[in-house]
Every structure is written in structure tokens, then in C-alpha cells.
């Protein structure tokens, strides 16, 4: 049965605005990090789209936007295989620390997981999500790098290729057939009035 996923990033934290590195550890949505998820949640109503089933990342920032998206009006799980990379020792320091890209295996000598531990990490979960939950509309907020991850993963599938930088509450749209994920469509809201 064919189903569309909707993988979306969370809204702005306070970590974003701060420029602090933020996968593991947690911080609140700002106010316009609220307002954000407030603006896709009116882009689904727009479009007509309606969620059977709604999942998200275990961090704060992730079930908040959720909330906010689906108005608290569905049930939702929280997993931990949604969750942001593991950044080890830098979890919470400036982002002028980070190494250049690509990051590879640097964080793992932190603390921290291997790049294809934590591609692994996010596939395995959004495939065992597609394969057992039987909703044609899902809706998943993880995080930024953990949605370039998803969608790198399946690259010579993709009608659409994300740009480097995955923007607070982008939408990636992901058909799901035959055990193969394709983004069709990638939605970057504009949001340089707020």
C-alpha cells in the first residue's frame, strides 16, 4: 500500500539562536520558533492534508512543534530512534566547534555516534514506522540533520534533493511503496516577517 510521510524539523529552539550545537541535549522553542510551527500547521490545513497518525523525536522541541502542528488533536508516539545526532562532548557548546563537513566518524572519538551508526539509527526507525503502522498520512518531527540524513540515504530514489541545511519546520514529503522511500516534494516556508 502506498503512504505519504511527512518528515518535518522541528521550529527554532533557543540553542538555534544562541548558535549552540544541539542534538542530544534539549532547549525550548522560541517564539518564533512557535510561530513557525504554527504557519505549517495552517500550510497542512491549506493543502487539505490530514494526519492518521503522528510520531516525533523524544526531545522537547520535536513533540512541542507536533503539538502545535496537529492542534493536540491526535495521539502521538515519542521515539528515542527519531532523536538528533549524538554530538558527545560538544552537545550544548558553540557551533564554531564543529569540525568541517562532512562530519564522518569525529564525534564518536566524543562520546558521540559514528555518521552511519546514526543514518542507520534514523532509516531503521522511519522504515519500521512505514511497515507497521497501516495510516496512508504520517507525520514525523525529528531534527535537521536527522532529516538530511533520511533523505541522503535515499538519494538515487528522490524526485526532489534537499539543499544542504535543512530550515526550522521544512517539509519533506516522502511517497513509500514497495519497501522505498522517494521525497517528492520539499516545502521551505518563509518566514523573514517574523
Sequence with gaps: MKKTIYLLRH??????TQHKIQGWCDSPLTQKGIKQAEIA???FKNEGITFNSAYCSTSE????????ITGSTIKYQ??????????GAFEGKDEC??????????????????????????????I????????????????????????RYWEKYNIVQYQRGIK???????????????????????????
Design 11 to 16: 521550529g527554532e529552539t533557543l540553542f538555534n
Design 41 to 43: 500547521s495552517q500550510w
Design 61 to 68: 522541541r520535536a513533540s512541542d512543534t507536533l503539538e502545535i
Design 78 to 87: 515519542r521515539l528515542k530512534g527519531l532523536k538528533e545526532w549524538n554530538f
Design 97 to 126: 566547534l564543529n569540525p568541517v563537513l562532512p562530519y564522518g566518524d569525529f564525534f564518536e572519538y566524543y562520546g558521540g555516534e559514528k555518521e552511519k551508526d546514526f543514518q542507520k539509527r534514523i532509516v531503521s526507525t522511519i
Design 128 to 151: 519500521n514506522i512505514a511497515k507497521n503502522d497501516s495510516s496512508q498520512s504520517i507525520l514525523i518531527v525529528s531534527h535537521g540533520a536527522a532529516c538530511a540524513q533520511f533523505c
Design 168 to 194: 526550522n519546520c521544512s517539509i519533506m514529503e516522502f511517497s513509500y511503496e514497495n519497501d522505498i522511500f522517494s521525497c517528492q516534494k520539499i516545502t521551505v516556508h518563509d518566514f523573514s516577517s517574523l
